[in-house]
């Protein structure tokens, strides 16, 4: 993903905009499980407002309207849970080293594809396995380009494309059922009406996230990663990795790309656990249901 550029948001409760109900193009959610014994309700709606940049110009995105009802930011946070969750893939041997680690540990996570990454063929087998071994695979465009962000029809193609080029990649790894595909993180979490707009058009929540430590910065070792998301996570965080560089692979034989993110992985699991802090699946945490999608068939 790269070094993020600024998304100044007034948000840190667990959601944004109000639930109403869902538009006829839409899957409407299934509701949420009760709170854990001893937890509070986390259905309170967020207040705040979103700060976005429209063409050029600083703009504010209000919840009226129900235009950001689906962005979600971080679940509850008296419920010890966190979601780990993947961006810029796939890449052949560094996804495969992620999945290696998580397989190990027991733990789900999120893969927000790109579209052209998925379309190479090269990666059938790993958005296969991420199917069958119980991870969700979400969208973060096709491209990987912020440009395409401010107009809504762009910004439909490219959602349309990346969950086209999901599902026929599936389609030639042998996995028969179409998994819900309706989580979109944009390039950057960067956010625009025209991208909000699109992705409601499309059945699409918009996922951003809590923890960020800049795991993409060359020569970033894997233990001072883990330390660094140790040092910021908190029940309820979604915390975002990479693993991939963009639309870039480098090597088909070897992670090259992202050579850090599995080690990194590797050495968070338990320490999270041992906090009391379970990886759990990112609609778990964020108390929705993925239920089908409206899109490409």
Known sequence: ?????????RRRTHRLGRKGRAAPSKIAASPPPPPRAGSVSCRSLAGGLVAVFVFGCAGVLSPQGE???DVFVRGCPSVASVALTFDDGPNGRCTEEVLDVLREAGAPATFFVLGKN???ARNDGLLARMVREGHTIGVHSHRHSVRRLFWRDLTT????????AVYEALARAGVPDRPPL???RPPFGFLTVAAARAAADAGFSIVEWTVSV?????DRRADDVAAA???RVRPGDVVVLHDGNGTRQRSLERCRDRQNVAEAVRILIPALTARGLRPAPLAEVLGIALTGDAGDH
């Open 118 to 120: 998925v379309a190479t």
């Open 1 to 9: 993903m790269g070094s993020r550029l600024t998304l100044r948001r």
């Open 214 to 218: 800049g795991d993409w910065e060359p």
């Open 229 to 231: 998301i140790l040092a």
């Open 67 to 69: 235009l950001l009802r």
């Open 157 to 164: 193609e490219d959602l349309s494309a990346t969950r086209r």
């Open 182 to 184: 309706t989580l979109f």
